[in-house]
């Protein structure tokens, strides 16, 4: 009777372990769902908005203008930002705000990406905190997921004219 209980208990902890491995990588490799909070994103992705992110593309370096991202925060690297790339290395940057006189530019160094959200006045970003390294994107934004009323692929920056 012992040896039977622990056979089926060693059963169990070896099938946890293996399904633990493999939902890690999925999630590592793969992808994962990130529910969003702040309004730096709106009106592209509100607060609670639920998205899925996919990896594949920061691994193949496939991060492209544009694209939204959640990322690392330079700052603390137990919170993630979302945010759009607004810049690759080598492009010129405006790192003025909005209602900035003055426009001021710099480049993007090599390694690095520069990242906005899209509610200029009210976004914490590389304007404040400068251009980010590639290595602490986390994946990139494909699909929105909730609210059902929004579930598809996110739409463009609605400052594409500002930058």
Not at 17 to 35: D, L
Not at 76 to 87: A, F, L, Q, T
Not at 128 to 157: H, N, T
Request: charged share 20%; with cysteine.
């Amino acid at each position: 009777m012992f040896r039977s209980v622990l056979g089926k208990t060693l059963g169990f902890v070896g099938y946890t372990v293996q399904y633990g491995c493999i939902a890690h990588c999925a999630f590592e490799y793969i992808g994962e769902v990130v529910v969003c909070s702040g309004p730096s994103m709106e009106p592209t992705i509100i607060n609670r908005d639920i998205v899925f992110s996919e990896r594949m593309s920061r691994h193949l370096c496939k991060i492209q203008k544009g694209d939204i991202v959640i990322a690392k925060s330079p700052f603390d690297p137990n919170i993630n930002i979302c945010k759009r790339v607004i810049g690759l290395e080598g492009d010129k940057v405006c790192t003025s705000g909005p209602s900035d006189l003055f426009k001021t530019h710099t480049y993007v160094p090599k390694g690095h990406v520069w990242l906005e959200g899209d509610n200029l006045r009210n976004s914490s970003d590389s304007r404040s905190y400068g251009p980010i390294p590639y290595a602490l994107i986390r994946g990139r934004v494909c699909l929105k997921l909730w609210p059902p009323q929004s579930v598809g692929s996110l739409s463009e920056s609605p400052n594409q004219t500002d930058r």
